[in-house]
C-alpha cells in the first residue's frame, strides 16, 4: 500500500481509502469488521464516513470496529445533510456544526476526528461564519483538518483565500466524483487544488459499480446493485462516452489479467493529483478486489487506451485559449 501526502500537509493516508455508506446498508456490523480487517491487515490506514450515512448507523459500527485500534486509522466523516426536522438541523450554521460534530464524536467513539468535510455546499450561510466554526473546532482539538466536498472552483478558491487573509484553518482536503465517467474535475477544480496544494480524495471511483464489470455496455442496469435498488448510483452524471469506455476497460483488463474494478481504480489512482480513492464494499470480498489495485501502475499503452477513450472535451474559455501560448510564441520576430 502506497501512502500520500494530504496536500502540502504533513499528514498520510493510504491511496485507497474505505468509504462506509453501506455499514448498515448492505453490510451488518459483522461483515463491516471483516471489510475494515481486510483494509487494515492490508496497510489501508484511511477511512471515510458521515454522520448522515445510514442515520448515523455507519459511524456508530465504524466507531465500535476501531475502538482500540484508534491510533491506526485516519477517520473523515462530514456535516451538512439534515439529522432532524428543525430549522438548525443542517446546512454549514455555526450553531449546527458544533451540535453535529459532537452527535459524530460520540457515534465514533472518539475524541477526535482526523478530517471533518463540509459535505455539500450551502448558499446561506458565509464561508467566514464556517471557517470560523472549523477553526476554533482545529484549535479545541476536536478535528485535526478541515476540508470540503462538491464545492466549485469559484468558491473553493473564495474559502482559501478566506482562511489566508483571517488566518484561519483552511480546508486541506479536497472530495470530488471522479472516475473513468466522470472526469469534470478536470477542467476547473483540478487547477484550483494543484495551485493551492490541496489533497484530492476522489468518490465513487467505479462509478457506483458501473466500471466493476457487472455491466456491459449499453446496460445500465444489474442484478443485485445499486443500479437496481436506485441507490447511490450515480448515472446522472456520466459522460455521453460510458459504453464506449466501459468496452475499452473490459478489453483493458482481460489483458492485463486484472478485475476491471483494479483497473478503473489503478486508473484514478495513477492521476498525479489524486491523494487517495474512496472505495466502499458490502462484502469481504469485494474490498478485497479493490485492494488489488494498490501498489502497481498502469501500463502506459493501457493508461493511454482509456485516457482517449474517456478524455472530455474543454470548454470555454479553455477550448478557445489552450493555442494562445504557442500563437504569441509563433508572433515572435527572430534575429537572423
Not at 96 to 113: F, G, K, N, P
Not at 124 to 148: F, H, S
Not at 201 to 208: D, E, K, Y
Not at 221 to 245: I, K, L, M, N, V
Request: hydrophobic share 40%; proline share 4%; with cysteine.
Amino acid at each position: 500500500m502506497e501512502y500520500r501526502r494530504m496536500g502540502r500537509s504533513g499528514l498520510k493516508v493510504s491511496e485507497i481509502c474505505l468509504g462506509t455508506m453501506t455499514f448498515g446498508h448492505g453490510a451488518d456490523a459483522r461483515e463491516a469488521a471483516r471489510i475494515v480487517a481486510a483494509c487494515l491487515d492490508a496497510g489501508g490506514n484511511f477511512f471515510d464516513t458521515a454522520n448522515t450515512y445510514n442515520s448515523g448507523e455507519s459511524e456508530t459500527i465504524l466507531g465500535t470496529i476501531l475502538r482500540g485500534r484508534r491510533r491506526e486509522a485516519v477517520i473523515a466523516s462530514k456535516v451538512f445533510n439534515p439529522i432532524g426536522p428543525g430549522p438548525n438541523d443542517s446546512g454549514m450554521s455555526r450553531l449546527h456544526i458544533m451540535h453535529a460534530v459532537e452527535d459524530s464524536l460520540r457515534r465514533l467513539q472518539t475524541d477526535y476526528l482526523d478530517i471533518y468535510y463540509i459535505h455539500h455546499v450551502d448558499v446561506q450561510t458565509p464561508l467566514e461564519e464556517m471557517l470560523r466554526a472549523m477553526d476554533d473546532l482545529v484549535r479545541q482539538g476536536k478535528i485535526r483538518y478541515a476540508a470540503c466536498s462538491n464545492y466549485e472552483a469559484w468558491r473553493l478558491m473564495e474559502a482559501l483565500w478566506t482562511s489566508e487573509t483571517k488566518n484561519l484553518t483552511r480546508f486541506e482536503c479536497y472530495q470530488p466524483q471522479y472516475s473513468l465517467v466522470v472526469r469534470d474535475i478536470e477542467q476547473e477544480i483540478v487547477p484550483v487544488c494543484d495551485l493551492k496544494g490541496v489533497g484530492v480524495v476522489a468518490w465513487s471511483p467505479l462509478a457506483g459499480g458501473f466500471l466493476a464489470g457487472n455491466y456491459a455496455p449499453g446496460s445500465a442496469r444489474a442484478a443485485g446493485s445499486r443500479s437496481e435498488e436506485g441507490w447511490a448510483f450515480p448515472e446522472r452524471y456520466f459522460a455521453a462516452t460510458r459504453d464506449e469506455t466501459l468496452a475499452v476497460l473490459l478489453d483493458v483488463a482481460r489483458e492485463l489479467g486484472r478485475t476491471p474494478a483494479q483497473v478503473a481504480l489503478r486508473w484514478v489512482l495513477d492521476q498525479s493529483f489524486i491523494t487517495s480513492a474512496i472505495v466502499g464494499a458490502r462484502n469481504a470480498g469485494q474490498i478485497a478486489d479493490s485492494l488489488q489495485a494498490a501498489g502497481w501502475r498502469l501500463p502506459d499503452v493501457a493508461r493511454e487506451r482509456l485516457d482517449a477513450v474517456s478524455h472530455l472535451p474543454h470548454r470555454y474559455p479553455r477550448s478557445m485559449e489552450d493555442g494562445m501560448a504557442a500563437r504569441r510564441d509563433a508572433a515572435v520576430k527572430r534575429v537572423g
